[in-house]
Structure formats: structure tokens, C-alpha cells
């Protein structure tokens, strides 16, 4: 396989999320034949699709590989310089939509694992796995959250996972990813009474009460701790859905994020968040989503495996960083611990996404010389 070419394949599938448009299907038909056990599993009432394949050489660890083949949608088409889905090379770099995030990151592990399967023979004390899901860049309910849940269901063990995101800010081999913040959308609906501008003493409007809500939510949380950020409420909307001038509204609707750090769970900012608001207003109605907990899931010899091979190819000393947003690494923390290392993410979900064709092809190096520190013997890892 030639990682640009199959870079290419994946990006001309239009697999904007949940759709997987074919792309499942063919990394499936691509890694039958190189003798890979596959399984694809549907899940959700739209049957959305996800793959599980394995290669087992020995009886060692299970290293698996997870990445998404969903994208976000490519936005205005006029201001694309060629079409998304159409991959086009230029100026030394690949253009399209998930050629950062994350369609050459998986074809950069499957190319590396060719490598390394075809120089050992097929023969090796261990197993390398792929764990590709069509639902993460939406809601990720049917993605590798249910994967995650089948996995557990068949007993089946992973014991090393490295998350295919676009981890560098800038260059390539800057940044390695060993833990996220948790992350929980509100909604806060405080409630008035509805009446005529002209006659406010007989009317209770809500938008007079948001100073000191606002004022008490956004109090201090921590100030951050050993291995995260200090913990960040951010206000994203205030709407009253009111147009008209002379009707004082009902009801305000406040949305916000939560990510914190390890100092809480979800469940402790939800309890929170319900005292700071108890101690202001009684007319309010709260929900929330937790999008995920906060990880830090740590293993000497999967991040130094990684950081090795990094240094080697790039000569680049990565920095080991949990800031950013969420991503599937969060359900596969539950099971085994987990890396997320990729390309530079400068152009995601942009217009024009593209990435350095240096850049895929080094990153296939740092995966297989990757995949060799985990799982040949020498003095590292014995």
C-alpha cells in the first residue's frame, strides 16, 4: 500500500458524519487481505458503522489502533480551491476534507503496519488491532462508545491505544495528547413573568437577575492541577427569543461548557453549579450532558514508546499535554491506557483542510518504527 494513495481512497468517500459513505467497508476489504479477523458493528436506529479488526501473532499485548473516517461538513463550497472530496496535490501538500482530521492518519497506520508485518514475516508476540468508527465528530453515541461496550461484552483485551487526532499545533512531533478534561453543556432557563415595557411593576423580567447568576457562575473552580488546566466555565449563548421592543420576555435561556480537570468528576460540577445558582435565583430550570470525564490514563511503555519513535524520525522532543477538547480517547480510557498522536491540526474542519505529503509520510515512519518499539524485544522494553 502507498500511503498517499490510499490517503486519496479515503478522503474521496463523502463520509460526513454519522455517514461513513463506504469507507468502513473498504478499510475492511483492504485489511482481509492482509489476513486481519474483522468485525463490523451497526449501531443506533440509523445503524451507523464501526470496525473492529485484529491481526493476533503471538500471545503479547494488543496494541490498537483508533481513528474516525467521519468529517465535519466542508462549509461553503465557493471558497474551497477544489472540490473536498476530490483529493488534490499541490505545492507538496494533499488538500480535501480529512486529510488532517483524520483520514491519512489511518491510512498512515495501515500503510505502517503493512511495513511491519511483511519485514517480521507475519510473526510477532502480540496483537495489532483497529478500532475505526463513522460517529465522532457529531454526537459519538454509536461510535466507539458502543464499540467500547461490544468489546467488553466479548472479553476482549487491549492493552495499548494510540488515537490517531492531529495533536500538533505547528509541526509535526510537537505534541502527544496522555489525558483530556472532562466536558458538560448546560442549559439555564430563567423564568419571569411576561408583560408590556410600559408597565414593568407588573411584569418580573428575567434579564434583570443575570448579573448576579453570571457574577456566581463565573466564580473560580481551582487553580488547575499537576497535569490540567485550572477548570473553565465559558458562556456560548444568552437568547430571550424576544424580537419585539415593547414586550418585556418571560424566560432567558443561558448556554454554557464546563471542561474541568481531574480535581472533580461530572457529577460534582453538576452539584456545583446547582449550589452557586441556588444561592441567586429560585426561577430557573437546569440541564446538562456530559460529553466525557476527565482521564489521565498513563503507561511508561506506551507513551515512551511513542516519544522514541518521534524523536527518531523528527528528532523533536514532543511536549505531553491534556489541553484541548474532547475526543473518542475517553471511552477507550475505560479499557486500556491511551495516547492520541497525528498530524498538525492547523486546517481542521477549516475550508481547504490540507496537510505536508512529508509530513503523512513521516508520520507512517514514527507509527512503524511505533509499532517496533512496542513490540520488539531489546533493552527498552524487557
Same mark, same amino acid.
Given at each position: 500500500?502507498?500511503?498517499?494513495?490510499?490517503?486519496?481512497?479515503?478522503?474521496?468517500?463523502?463520509?460526513?458524519?454519522?455517514?461513513?459513505?463506504?469507507?468502513?467497508?473498504?478499510?475492511? !476489504?483492504?485489511? &482481509? *487481505? +492482509?489476513?486481519?479477523? #474483522?468485525?463490523?458493528? $451497526?449501531?443506533?436506529?440509523?445503524?451507523?458503522?464501526?470496525?473492529?479488526?485484529?491481526?493476533?501473532?503471538?500471545?503479547?499485548?494488543?496494541?490498537?489502533?483508533?481513528?474516525?473516517?467521519?468529517?465535519?461538513?466542508?462549509?461553503?463550497?465557493?471558497?474551497?480551491?477544489t472540490n473536498p472530496f476530490e483529493p488534490h496535490i499541490t505545492?507538496?501538500?494533499?488538500?480535501?476534507?480529512?486529510?488532517?482530521?483524520?483520514?491519512?492518519?489511518?491510512?498512515?497506520?495501515?500503510?505502517?503496519?503493512?511495513?511491519?508485518?511483511?519485514?517480521?514475516?507475519?510473526?510477532?508476540?502480540?496483537?495489532?488491532?483497529?478500532?475505526?468508527?463513522?460517529?465522532?465528530?457529531?454526537?459519538?453515541?454509536?461510535?466507539?462508545?458502543?464499540?467500547?461496550?461490544?468489546? !467488553?461484552?466479548? &472479553? *476482549? +483485551?487491549?492493552?495499548? #491505544?494510540?488515537?490517531? $487526532?492531529?495533536?500538533?499545533?505547528?509541526?509535526?512531533?510537537?505534541?502527544?495528547?496522555?489525558?483530556?478534561?472532562?466536558?458538560?453543556?448546560?442549559?439555564?432557563?430563567?423564568?419571569?413573568?411576561?408583560?408590556?415595557?410600559?408597565?414593568?411593576?407588573?411584569?418580573?423580567?428575567?434579564?434583570?437577575?443575570?448579573?448576579?447568576?453570571?457574577?456566581?457562575?463565573?466564580?473560580?473552580?481551582?487553580?488547575?492541577?499537576?497535569?490540567?488546566?485550572?477548570?473553565?466555565?465559558?458562556?456560548?449563548?444568552?437568547?430571550?427569543?424576544?424580537?419585539?421592543?415593547?414586550?418585556?420576555?418571560?424566560?432567558?435561556?443561558?448556554?454554557?461548557?464546563?471542561?474541568?480537570?481531574?480535581?472533580?468528576?461530572?457529577?460534582?460540577?453538576?452539584?456545583?453549579?446547582? !449550589?452557586?445558582? &441556588?444561592?441567586?435565583?429560585?426561577?430557573?430550570?437546569?440541564?446538562s450532558k456530559v460529553s466525557g470525564e476527565s482521564f489521565f490514563?498513563?503507561?511508561?511503555?506506551?507513551?515512551?514508546?511513542?516519544?522514541?519513535?518521534?524523536?527518531?524520525?523528527?528528532?523533536?522532543?514532543?511536549?505531553?499535554?491534556?489541553?484541548?477538547?474532547?475526543?473518542?480517547?475517553?471511552?477507550?480510557?475505560?479499557?486500556?491506557?491511551?495516547?492520541?498522536?497525528?498530524?498538525?491540526?492547523?486546517?481542521?474542519?477549516?475550508?481547504?483542510?490540507?496537510?505536508?505529503?512529508?509530513?503523512?509520510?513521516?508520520?507512517?515512519?514514527?507509527?512503524?518504527?511505533?509499532?517496533?518499539?512496542?513490540?520488539?524485544?531489546?533493552?527498552?522494553?524487557?
Open positions: 500500500m502507498d500511503t498517499i494513495e490510499l490517503s486519496s481512497k479515503l478522503i474521496k468517500f463523502k463520509s460526513v458524519t454519522p455517514d461513513n459513505s463506504g469507507a468502513i467497508d473498504y478499510i475492511q !476489504k483492504v485489511l &482481509k *487481505k +492482509k489476513k486481519f479477523n #474483522c468485525h463490523i458493528l $451497526e449501531s443506533g436506529t440509523n445503524k451507523i458503522k464501526n470496525l473492529y479488526a485484529s491481526f493476533k501473532g503471538g500471545e503479547g499485548p494488543n496494541l490498537c489502533f483508533a481513528g474516525h473516517t467521519d468529517v465535519v461538513p466542508p462549509g461553503d463550497l465557493k471558497k474551497w480551491k505545492n507538496g501538500r494533499l488538500y480535501g476534507r480529512g486529510a488532517s482530521d483524520m483520514k491519512t492518519a489511518i491510512s498512515s497506520f495501515m500503510v505502517a503496519t503493512e511495513i511491519f508485518l511483511e519485514e517480521n514475516k507475519f510473526a510477532f508476540d502480540g496483537t495489532i488491532s483497529f478500532l475505526i468508527t463513522s460517529d465522532e465528530e457529531g454526537e459519538a453515541e454509536f461510535g466507539t462508545k458502543s464499540l467500547i461496550k461490544w468489546i !467488553k461484552s466479548k &472479553k *476482549k +483485551k487491549i492493552d495499548y #491505544c494510540l488515537v490517531g $487526532e492531529p495533536t500538533n499545533p505547528n509541526r509535526l512531533g510537537e505534541m502527544i495528547k496522555i489525558g483530556r478534561r472532562g466536558s458538560i453543556n448546560f442549559l439555564l432557563e430563567v423564568f419571569g413573568e411576561q408583560g408590556h415595557v410600559a408597565y414593568p411593576e407588573k411584569a418580573d423580567n428575567p434579564i434583570d437577575n443575570l448579573e448576579k447568576i453570571l457574577k456566581e457562575l463565573h466564580k473560580p473552580f481551582d487553580s488547575g492541577s499537576k497535569r490540567f488546566q485550572p477548570t473553565k466555565l465559558i458562556i456560548t449563548s444568552i437568547d430571550s427569543s424576544n424580537f419585539t421592543s415593547n414586550i418585556i420576555p418571560g424566560k432567558v435561556e443561558i448556554r454554557f461548557n464546563v471542561r474541568f480537570n481531574d480535581k472533580f468528576n461530572s457529577q460534582q460540577v453538576i452539584n456545583l453549579i446547582k !449550589k452557586r445558582l &441556588k444561592s441567586v435565583s429560585t426561577k430557573y430550570k437546569l440541564s490514563n498513563y503507561s511508561n511503555i506506551l507513551t515512551d514508546s511513542l516519544v522514541r519513535s518521534i524523536k527518531t524520525v523528527t528528532r523533536c522532543n514532543p511536549i505531553l499535554s491534556t489541553t484541548g477538547g474532547t475526543s473518542d480517547a475517553r471511552f477507550i480510557s475505560e479499557i486500556c491506557p491511551v495516547v492520541e498522536f497525528g498530524l498538525v491540526g492547523k486546517t481542521m474542519h477549516k475550508v481547504n483542510e490540507m496537510v505536508e505529503i512529508r509530513s503523512i509520510d513521516k508520520l507512517t515512519k514514527i507509527y512503524h518504527q511505533f509499532i517496533k518499539n512496542i513490540f520488539l524485544k531489546n533493552e527498552f522494553n524487557k
